[in-house]
């Protein structure tokens, strides 16, 4: 897990919370602030963050890490933003992104030949938590010569036929 700007002002506002909380229980600070301590990680993931996830898209974003990835692919989108911000895999041979990442689990659509294009791998991130959440999202890297041009992040595409 990384320690985020949003991660440790969420602790503080479930620490307040409880310490007000706590002061209905005991007057005494050094109690209030031993009930807080004990109790605010315990509310914060068991309480808060599961209903945070209820009505929003916000999650915990976790250092990438090549084995995490290749066996948890329902996890990725906790690693996704560490690659796009940091370019990870930029200037990076398609040898070395098959190391790291594993096999491309499809090639992406080019229209200037009207194809899927080996130039374009596609890696599938799962669903982000939350309960209103219903797209799966998904990265995409772009080669020119051999090497990692771009690094692009979408949403997939729900299509149905009709019939």
Same mark, same amino acid.
């Given at each position: 897990?990384?320690?985020?700007?949003?991660?440790?002002?969420?602790?503080?506002?479930?620490?307040?919370?409880?310490?007000?909380?706590?002061?209905?229980?005991?007057?005494?600070?050094? /109690?209030?602030?031993?009930?807080?301590? /004990?109790?605010?990680?315990?509310?914060?993931?068991? /309480?808060?963050?599961?209903?945070?996830?209820?009505?929003?898209?916000?999650?915990?974003?976790?250092?990438?890490?090549?084995?995490?990835?290749?066996?948890?692919?329902?996890?990725?989108?906790?690693?996704?933003?560490?690659?796009?911000?940091?370019?990870?895999?930029?200037?990076?041979?398609?040898?070395?992104?098959? &190391?790291?990442?594993?096999?491309?689990?499809?090639?992406?659509? &080019? &229209?200037?030949?009207?194809?899927?294009?080996?130039?374009?791998?596609?890696?599938?991130?799962?669903?982000?938590?939350?309960?209103?959440?219903?797209?799966?999202?998904?990265?995409?890297?772009?080669?020119?010569?051999?090497?990692?041009?771009?690094?692009?992040?979408?949403?997939?595409?729900?299509?149905?036929?009709?019939?």
């Amino acid at each position: 897990m990384i320690i985020t700007p949003a991660f440790i002002i969420l602790l503080c506002i479930v620490f307040i919370l409880l310490w007000f909380f706590a002061g209905t229980i005991d007057k005494r600070k050094w /109690v209030r602030f031993l009930i807080s301590l /004990v109790l605010t990680p315990i509310f914060y993931f068991y /309480v808060f963050y599961p209903f945070i996830n209820i009505f929003s898209s916000y999650h915990h974003q976790k250092y990438f890490d090549s084995d995490a990835w290749k066996e948890k692919p329902a996890l990725r989108y906790e690693m996704s933003d560490e690659i796009i911000r940091d370019s990870l895999f930029i200037g990076k041979t398609k040898k070395e992104l098959e &190391d790291k990442l594993g096999k491309s689990e499809w090639y992406g659509w &080019d &229209d200037s030949i009207k194809a899927n294009s080996p130039e374009k791998w596609n890696y599938n991130l799962g669903f982000k938590p939350g309960a209103f959440n219903n797209m799966q999202e998904c990265l995409e890297f772009n080669f020119k010569q051999d090497t990692v041009n771009s690094i692009t992040q979408y949403q997939l595409e729900k299509t149905f036929d009709e019939k």
